[in-house]
């Protein structure tokens, strides 16, 4: 999904803001649709239907009429992709969208291009016809700008941070914090695994994000603690604004702006990485994190408040911040197949050297020393290790004794860590 950053003229600005509201409001209208239906009533319209109101709509709405109709249709198709996709894509149904904060539109290609079979003969209809595909009208201006067509705009010029111009059908512009991106609806091919064979184990933390078991140690960029005091400046400023005035409005639009730089940073971050992992190593490793139940909430409920609530939430801030899932995640597109998840249980208390589970070993966040062989290393690297040797996953002990009892936790509860001898981890 190559993504640029979109320049248009401020002419060119209020059609396409035009076309994200006419989106917008299709959007909305389809999920609307799609909220109505109930068990017992007929089954909400489907594409096809939806194109065929679409059309009547737009011949009682001037509004509607006025805009482009491929836009409004193709908001309608990214309605159906998301509606199929609400158990697998991770974001559920589809929901509203609200005005600034999901601004966007996609756009269809105007050009015709013949299409063809995946063995390269032509593609025929069933008259034996040629079947005709779209394509996006791109053209390159020099090495560093290019241009894109946009319904109603013409060409708008885009940065061009690519040596290939995207070919694509689609393309979906997007409108946040003041910026307009250009995504080119291409699959791009998974990345080619190193002849070299290399397995890696990544332990990933809060101190360091990313420690890799070849003793590396990566970490996700943040924030600067003068950008951190700039948002608490805009956030006590908008605090103080009075109540719906224009003064608050932009003050809080420049703590969005501080906070976007924070997660555009993260993501680049995560992606370069990734694309390193899936350039160098033939197999990598995760151990399994549950980030989900790892930030939950610490605050509880009125009649049970939780404990610790302001730190837990810090905490969570902390972890979210290190861009975990991501990584994981992007890593397992570019390298399909190449990516493992190891249990996480006991991977920063074992002994990489011997095998040896001690909850004792850890002296501290950063230090591992061994109490079985004496073996040193950073507790990070310790826990990569293990995940590179797929070894940390022993079942917890069981805690029932027997007929029903249970046996109750002791301060001693290192001792009562599974012993090497009959989890099955060889001794030396
Ligand atoms: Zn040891």
């Known amino acids: 999904m190559p993504r640029f950053r979109l320049y248009p003229t401020p002419v060119q600005e209020q059609q396409m803001l035009l076309h994200c509201a006419h989106a917008r409001y299709v959007w909305n209208l389809a999920v609307e649709q799609h909220t109505y239906w109930r068990p017992s009533r007929r089954s909400a319209p489907g594409f096809v239907e939806q194109c065929r109101q679409l059309t009547e709509a737009r011949r009682e ?9 491929d836009v409004q249709q193709q908001a309608l198709k990214d309605f159906t992709t998301a509606k199929n996709a609400r158990f697998t894509s991770g974001f559920g149904e589809p929901t509203w969208r609200r005005k600034h904060v999901h601004e966007g539109f996609r756009v269809i290609g105007t050009d015709r291009v013949p299409e063809f079979e995946p063995d390269g003969s032509a593609k025929l209809n069933a008259k034996g016809q040629q079947v ?4 996006v009208a791109v053209q390159r201006l020099n090495r560093r700008w290019a241009r894109v067509k946009v319904p109603a705009c013409g060409w708008v010029r885009f940065r061009l941070t690519r040596a290939e111009l995207p070919a694509a059908k689609t393309f979906r512009v997007t409108f946040r914090n003041g910026q307009w991106h250009i995504a080119f609806a291409v699959v ?20 360091i994000t990313a420690a890799l078991s070849d003793g590396r140690k990566l970490n996700c960029p943040q924030l ?20 719906g005035s224009e003064a608050k409005a932009a003050e809080y639009a420049r703590v969005a702006r501080l906070k976007a730089r924070e997660a555009n940073r993260r993501k680049d971050w995560c992606e370069k990485t990734s694309t ?37 939430a810090g905490l969570n801030r902390c972890i979210l911040a290190q861009g975990w899932g991501l990584l994981r995640q992007r890593t397992e597109q570019k390298a399909p197949g190449r990516v493992e998840d190891v249990p996480a249980p006991f991977t920063s208390l074992r002994c990489s050297a011997c095998g040896w589970i001690e909850k004792k070993s850890r002296k501290s966040q950063a230090y591992f020393v061994c109490v079985s062989c004496g073996f040193t290393c950073n507790a990070d690297e310790n826990a ?20 029903g009892g249970v ?12 012993q090497p001898a009959w989890v099955g981890i060889r001794l030396f």
């Open 132 to 135: 005709m595909g779209r394509s």
């Open 407 to 418: 046996t109750t936790a002791t301060s001693r509860s290192s001792a009562r860590e599974p």
């Open 61 to 69: 709405s001037a509004w509607l009429a006025a805009g482009n109709a």
């Open 224 to 243: 600067t603690v003068k950008e951190r005091a700039q948002i608490r400046k805009h956030q006590r400023r908008a605090a103080r604004a009075p109540k």
């Open 188 to 207: 791009p091919k998974p990345i080619a695994p190193p002849t070299t064979g290399e397995v890696l184990g990544i332990d990933r933390g809060v101190t």
């Open 384 to 403: 990569s290790i293990n995940v590179a040797a797929g070894q940390g996953g022993i079942p917890r002990p069981r805690r029932t004794a027997g007929a």
């Open 276 to 312: 390193m992992l899936a350039r160098t190593c033939q197999l990598v490793r995760f151990e399994k994190l549950n980030i989900k139940n790892m930030t939950r909430s610490a605050k509880g409920t009125v009649e049970q408040p939780g404990k610790n609530v302001r730190p837990k």
